[in-house]
């Protein structure tokens, strides 16, 4: 229960919190867990700074008096049970404090006694929303834990400890489709959708929206007219002939490192450069290759990136390397960091002219344009002080764009949470779009608000699809905190 010792400053916020569980189809009922009478059940006070002053100045003990203020706030019918309480312990509560325009000195005094969650000025409630905002989201929170019951499992009928929680599809983010098909080929095609509704990436949406836009302008500016899929199928020489001929400007074009933690989505946001450029050029020819730079022997890496010609070295053959397979598209370079100090360097000259020598290759430079994206999951600043990468080649790159880790997308975490649950990848569903786990308790999400995410957002999708399997094993259809379970690294 909470305790309010005066209803009007808060009876608008009560109003709204109505509204807001039944469209939720929250079972709460606010009115019984509101009260004017201070009990055993109470478990929040919300009362106003006179009300301390009082008790503060007129007994050493601040709250000496508090059951007796509370007494003559409260109507004749109730004064026996209101007294009958004054052996409560009033150190068991927590307490919202409503003032005027400041705090005075001696509440201060309360602070080290007394568990103070709130403190909000009664003029602004009012007439500022901000103001009144906090206090509603505090109170929507607290209500939620004490609204406990007993809940039925639909599936076994055993009795499940009933705490608030969410349905996944009447939350945050609702893809709205018709089909199973629908809702699977959304989370393969458009699963970076997460980042664009995400209110804490505004910031990054924005520095990529500029990076697709130039890639996209320099593609239909330089190649968009170009048949690509010739250049791609004759040998290095018809496709130099080719190159003089059809390539009459020179040009200039962007290129970007993706910077950020393991997990946090750097391959998705070179997807999504790749299918926005696509989108915006029109141009079905455009293609994405993703180039892994991990546990490929440093022998072979030149070869790989740069081709080769027979008798280079000891089985080479003629290949043009994926570069020049990919000539016009977009070459991933993921865990550029990986690469030698030696093949940095060649990259770096490749970024100045777009030009290649293979190994092997004793003719001039080979003209191959590509757009190159790379990533790392390493902090380059620190491998440049440690003469592991190239900072020229750092500072080659046109665009840095740093995807931040999950810690720094906390502002919404309950949008990820949500959007990864409708997954019907992670949250099984069946063919008329019900899902095996349809609610997280709060406590469950609350739990996962408190954790770190070395692994960031691939971590939790793993946490989530775990738990969710767990739920089906046990027949229940709500995430509890139990549920939830982090691995110690």
């Known amino acids: 229960m909470i305790y309010i010792q005066n209803l009007d400053y808060i009876k608008d916020i009560i109003s709204s919190l109505k509204i807001q569980f039944k469209e939720k189809h929250e079972n709460i009922n606010v009115d019984k867990l509101f009260t004017n009478e201070l009990n055993s059940k109470s478990k929040i006070c919300i009362v106003e700074q006179d009300f301390f002053n009082q008790s503060i100045n007129e007994n050493n003990d601040p709250f000496s008096d508090f059951l007796e203020c509370v007494s003559e706030s409260t109507p004749p019918k109730k004064e026996s049970s209101t007294k009958s309480s004054s052996n409560i312990n009033l150190e068991q509560y927590k307490y919202i404090l409503l003032i005027e325009n400041h705090v005075e000195p001696n509440i201060f005094d309360l602070f080290l006694k007394y568990e103070i969650i709130g403190i909000f000025r009664k003029s602004r409630l009012k007439y500022d929303l901000e103001e009144k905002g906090k206090l509603e989201k505090m109170l929507k929170e607290e209500l939620r834990k004490l609204n406990n019951g007993i809940e039925e499992n639909p599936r076994n009928f055993e009795i499940l400890k009933k705490i608030p929680y969410k349905n996944i599809t009447s939350w945050k ?84 490192l993706i910077e950020g933690e393991t997990g946090t989505g750097k391959s998705l946001i070179a997807n999504i450069i790749y299918k926005t450029v696509k989108e915006l050029t029109k141009n079905d020819n455009l293609t994405l ?63 100045d002219d777009y030009k290649i020598t293979p190994e092997g290759y004793d003719g001039e430079p080979l003209t191959v344009p590509t757009f190159v994206i790379s990533a790392t999951n390493k902090n380059i600043k620190q491998e ?16 840095k764009l740093y995807v931040p880790s999950l810690i720094e997308r906390k502002e919404d975490l309950r949008f990820l949470i949500s959007f990864i649950l409708q997954s019907p990848f992670i949250n099984e569903v069946s063919d008329n779009l019900n899902y095996s786990v349809d609610k997280i308790s709060f406590e469950a999400i609350e739990k996962l608000e408190g954790y770190t995410y070395p692994g960031n957002f691939r971590e939790l999708e793993e946490i989530l ?12 259809t709500i995430i509890l905190p139990e549920n939830i379970k982090f691995e110690n690294l």
């Open 173 to 256: 983010f609702n893809p709205k489709v018709k089909s199973k098909e629908e809702l699977e080929d959304l989370y393969k095609e458009k699963k970076y959708i997460s980042i664009f509704l995400d209110p804490s990436m505004k910031k990054f949406y924005h520095q990529l929206h500029i990076i697709t836009k130039d890639f996209a302008n320099s593609f239909k500016r330089y190649f968009n007219n170009l048949k690509i899929s010739e250049f791609r199928a004759f040998d290095l020489k018809k496709t130099q002939e080719l190159i003089q001929k059809e390539l009459k400007e020179n040009y200039k074009l962007p290129s970007i």
């Open 465 to 476: 699809k775990n738990a969710v399997n767990e739920c089906i094993l046990n027949n229940q």
């Open 289 to 351: 290759y993703r180039f892994s730079l991990v546990n490929i022997n440093e022998n072979l890496i030149d070869s790989e990136i740069f081709g080769s010609r027979i008798g280079a070295f000891s089985g080479a053959n003629d290949r043009k390397g994926r570069l020049m397979e990919n000539i016009f598209g977009i070459v991933f370079f993921d865990e550029i960091a990986e690469l030698p100090t030696s093949i940095q360097a060649k990259l770096l000259l490749y970024l």
């Open 384 to 399: 440049i002080m440690k003469g592991t990468f190239r900072s020229d080649l750092y500072y080659r790159f046109k665009y």
